[in-house]
């Protein structure tokens, strides 16, 4: 089975319940990784097996390009919490985007990861993200846009 929808990861969300890792969704340091089709994307891993560049998260699957998009990902920015709507709890930021002159092939989804804080687990993963299928680019832009309801929505 390859990509099929986009997940958070059922770990992110307990470890922060449980209080083993402490993330500042408004204000922390986010970035969006490009993979291609060859993975399968399991939101019941581990937290360690959910992080950047580990088991099916590894280089190797990623999409990138020096100088247009950067080999583990492009930071987020704009991040916001937001507990606006009753029973809905939503985390977006701003759309992404690569240099002017990207050549990506075959990006499929991405990963979005947790690049600071080191406990539990580095790098840890909070979602992945489907494009809903391959999409490339040649010497353009390739931007990620967020949906409307943001990167990851829980209904409570």
């Known amino acids: 089975m390859a990509w099929s929808a986009s997940k958070m990861f059922r770990q992110f969300l307990a470890d922060i319940a449980g209080n083993t890792t402490a993330l500042d969704l408004d204000s922390g ?85 947790e690049n600071v804080v080191a406990t539990p687990v580095a790098n840890q993963g909070v979602c992945y993200n489907y494009f809903g299928g391959p999409n490339s680019v040649v010497n353009g832009t390739f931007t990620i846009i967020w949906n409307v309801l943001g990167i990851w929505r829980a209904t409570l």
């Open 29 to 113: 340091s986010f970035k969006a990784a490009l993979y291609n089709n060859t993975i399968t994307p399991d939101q019941n891993v581990s937290a360690a097996n959910s992080a950047y560049n580990v088991g099916q998260w590894a280089s190797a699957q990623e999409c990138s390009e020096s100088g247009q998009w950067a080999a583990g990902g492009v930071a987020l920015a704009g991040l916001s919490l937001n507990v606006g709507t009753a029973g809905v709890v939503f985390w977006d930021a701003n759309d992404v985007v690569s240099g002017s002159a990207a050549d990506l092939t075959n990006a499929t989804g991405c990963l979005v990861y």
